[in-house]
Every structure is written in structure tokens, then in C-alpha cells.
């Protein structure tokens, strides 16, 4: 059985930092393509950052490029992302993500195996 369970969050004021992580378990960490998502209320699911399984590439969305930063443990298990500079609009429901492969990094629909999500909330 497949679980990712992540931990971290909470509140923070607007400029602090958070670092959320998703540990795996029950699949081959190494060979999956892990991602971040985020879903505000009333709003779609929302790409945040993907990483290759390798560790070697990541991928960002724009608004979140030079703010957030993926990173991984495969000796761990361990995905994370380091939020950084956070903003009120920051404010969301974060998902991490398995996927094989790096097609479509993008798209929820492409991921296999999600984590519970956790609260962030930035306040002003």
C-alpha cells in the first residue's frame, strides 16, 4: 500500500518560511517523479514544483520560481519544499505527488499517488 504523508505548515506571517515535507512509503521512491501542488478554496489544484527522481532536475511555476525549492532524499524516502518570502496569496491547501516519468508535470491528473495535504496559511 502506497502512502505518502506529509508534514509541516501552519500559519506564518507574510515574508516568513515553511518547509513542508512528504515522506513514502510502499513504492519504489527512487523511480518516481515527485511533485508539489496547491489548492486554494473555490480554485483548481494548482502545479507548485515537480522534482526527477534522480534529484537532478526541477521543475517550478513561474510565480514560485526563486521563492520555493524542491528537494528529495531518496535515502529517506523524503520529498520537500522549502517556502520561502511567502505571501498572503500563498495561503492554500499543499499537496505532494508521485508520478512516473516527466511528462505533463503539470497536470494532476498524471500523478499516481497523493498525500494527505496540509494547511498553509499566510497572514498579512
Known amino acids: 500500500q502506497v502512502q505518502l504523508v506529509q508534514s509541516g505548515g501552519g500559519l506564518v506571517q507574510a515574508g516568513g518560511s515553511l518547509r513542508l515535507s512528504c515522506a513514502a512509503s510502499?513504492?519504489?521512491?527512487?523511480?518516481?517523479?515527485m511533485g508539489w501542488f496547491r489548492q486554494a478554496p473555490g480554485k483548481e489544484r494548482d502545479f507548485v514544483a515537480a522534482i526527477k527522481w534522480s534529484g537532478t532536475s526541477t521543475y517550478y511555476a513561474d510565480t514560485m520560481k526563486g521563492r520555493f525549492t524542491i528537494s528529495r532524499d531518496n535515502a529517506k524516502n523524503t520529498v520537500y519544499l522549502q517556502m520561502n518570502s511567502l505571501k498572503a496569496e500563498d495561503t492554500a491547501v499543499y499537496y505532494c505527488?508521485?508520478?512516473?516519468?516527466?511528462?505533463?508535470?503539470?497536470?494532476?491528473?498524471?500523478?499516481?499517488?497523493w498525500g494527505q495535504g496540509t494547511q498553509v496559511t499566510v497572514s498579512s
Open positions: 510502499g513504492l519504489t521512491f527512487s523511480a518516481y517523479t
Open positions: 505527488a508521485a508520478k512516473p516519468g516527466l511528462v505533463r508535470l503539470g497536470d494532476p491528473e498524471k500523478y499516481d499517488y
